[in-house]
């Protein structure tokens, strides 16, 4: 019996050893104090993502990093009234790698216009792209049983970026190229 509840102590500090921190995916959550309405525009600044045409993801980093890697699939947006929230219908529950249950890490959420591919990466240089300010939020999923995962308190509404055009200097480079080599010949 002894030798059982060992067994068992041992196997309950390797699962809290192992255990990840976890946070809940959402920009719109009145529940929380203070609520969290963090709404995602449009190039333009006002006009609120909508549908299926655009995409959000989750990053994440230990707090001092610079290196964000993405948590879950990336979702779409709601529609109608809920444009510019992420779409709550699906299960935003993320577990992020490496972060410790209760510790602390780096969240970001970027946001691109569907068309530029299925990760922020893809899109990015290709489509409007945008990314959150950095926030920094205690993980939920400690204790025993497990925490619920931690609300994105802190996180505010941002806007995507035109794509970047090519600078007149470098046109102007590319021209005066062109008329040296017409020269030339």
């Not at 993502?49 to 994440?60: D, E, K, R, V």
């Not at 879950?72 to 529609?79: L, P, S």
């Not at 802190?154 to 008329?179: K, R």
Request: positive net charge; aromatic residues 8%; hydrophobic residues 45%.
């Amino acid at each position: 019996m002894k030798k059982l509840l060992i067994a068992i102590a041992f196997m309950a500090s390797a699962a809290v050893a192992m255990a990840q921190g976890t946070v809940t995916f959402q920009n719109r959550d009145t529940t929380q104090t203070p609520p969290i309405d963090a709404p995602v525009f449009d190039v333009d600044g006002t006009t609120a993502l909508s549908g299926a045409a655009y995409l959000a993801q989750l990053y994440y980093a230990p707090v001092g990093s610079s290196t964000f890697v993405s948590s879950g699939d990336a979702v779409i947006f709601r529609t109608g009234t809920r444009a510019g929230y992420v779409d709550n219908t699906v299960d935003l529950t993320r577990t992020l790698a490496g972060i410790t249950a209760g510790g602390n890490a780096q969240i970001q959420v970027r946001a691109w216009l569907a068309s530029g591919g299925a990760t922020y990466e893809a899109a990015l240089g290709k489509v409007p792209s945008g990314i959150s300010s950095t926030i920094t939020v205690a993980t939920g999923g400690a204790g025993s049983p497990p925490g619920l995962p931690t609300a994105l308190l802190g996180l505010q509404s941002f806007h995507l970026n035109p794509v970047p055009e090519p600078t007149t200097i470098a046109l102007g480079l590319l021209g005066a190229g062109a008329l040296f080599l017409r020269r030339r010949k």
